[in-house]
């Protein structure tokens, strides 16, 4: 039995309790350019995407609460700008990210760039390039909460 372990690589880690609040928001903000990512290629493909998820309902005749699979309409982060070409426009929770100082959208030029952008941003999501910004648009979406 232990030739088989010693074929595998071994370590002594250990699994955190939670993830650092940072990487939450960065793993957050990727789930969501996952799915613009989903909704561009169903758009290059000329099928409709929509997701679902469950939700709960109370039923209208017994009031019992039942468990139904609903669409879920993702709001697509890409436009077409004035001249034709194709705007994409990165955002956490409600605000749009400043990717650079005075600068919210990135001009993707034709509908067929728009899946390669796309996993460019999700890449450099993933090497922590874009951690500054979220933590900024995190503290304004956080500052709206409070009284």
Do not use: C
């Not at 039995?1 to 071994?10: D, P, Q, R, V």
């Not at 039923?59 to 700008?81: L, N, S």
């Not at 990165?90 to 990717?99: F, V």
């Not at 600068?103 to 030029?109: R, S, Y």
């Amino acid at each position: 039995m232990t030739a088989i372990l010693n074929t595998l690589k071994l370590t002594a880690a250990r699994k955190t309790r939670a993830l650092p609040e940072l990487v939450k928001r960065r793993n957050k903000l990727l789930m969501k350019l996952g799915e613009q990512r989903l909704l561009a290629e169903a758009l290059n493909e000329g099928r409709h995407y929509a997701p679902t998820r469950y939700r709960s309902f109370a039923d209208a005749d017994t009031g019992a609460r039942v468990v139904k699979e609903v669409p879920v309409r993702i709001k697509p982060w890409f436009w077409t700008g004035e001249k034709g070409e194709v705007l994409l426009a990165i955002s956490y929770g409600s605000k749009q990210l400043e990717l650079l100082r005075g600068k919210t959208a990135i001009d993707v030029g034709e509908q067929a760039n728009l899946i390669a952008v796309l996993d460019t941003v999700i890449a450099a999501t993933r090497n922590g390039e874009l951690d500054a910004q979220i933590e900024s648009a995190s503290v304004k979406l956080r500052d709206g909460f409070k009284k």
